[in-house]
């Protein structure tokens, strides 16, 4: 259960902001179809999540465990870093004119490469053994940080402090990193 929570709570956290909730903004402006758009998502971050978790599982049994905590530590510092730069659509982002389920998975899956979502879900796969914990949580926190976006749209956007969001979840990766870093020192 840790597993799940840490993985939820973290990427829900990171995607505050994100540019996968403009991107779902976007869709929801275009499309205007709620439903096939959250479809689109949860399946483009399922592939996406399933696919880094993957990766960090494979990597993760390479490392023993002290250095895999050093690793994991430094890169969640590293994700508290980047969650101070919020992201923006750029002006020239255009969707063709395909169905919003089709336009959502593909639109949603290319965006989340190498986002912090993905490199959250290496990270908590490499340090944490159970993988479907990690895709679920990641996943989960993704949606929790995208739904509400979906069905309230602008109205919804407007009214968070986005810099505050980006400040606490900052502090919350920098915590989680110490914390890995400390246990990777022995304490």
Known sequence: METFFVSISTVA????GD??????????????????ILAGVFLATLASNG???GVGA??????TPTLLDAVVGISMIGM???TLV???????????RVDAFKATLVAFF?????DKT???????????PNLPAVIAGTTCGLMLAVVPVIFLGQAFADRLPMRAIHIGAALGFTLLGVVFILRACGF
Do not use: C, H, N
Not at 13 to 16: I, Y
Not at 86 to 96: A, F, G, S, V, Y
Not at 110 to 114: D, F, H, K, P
Not at 118 to 128: E, G, M, N, R, S
């Open 13 to 16: 956290a990171a995607e505050m």
């Open 19 to 36: 540019r996968t909730q403009l991107l779902a903004l976007v869709l929801v402006a275009r499309y205007g179809q709620p439903w096939p």
């Open 51 to 53: 696919a880094a978790g």
């Open 58 to 63: 494979s990597f993760g049994s390479f490392l």
């Open 80 to 82: 508290g870093l980047w």
């Open 86 to 96: 919020p992201d923006r659509l750029d002006d020239e982002t255009k969707i063709d």
């Open 110 to 114: 290319l965006a989340e490469i190498g």
């Open 118 to 128: 993905q490199i959250a879900a290496v990270a908590l796969a490499a340090a944490y």
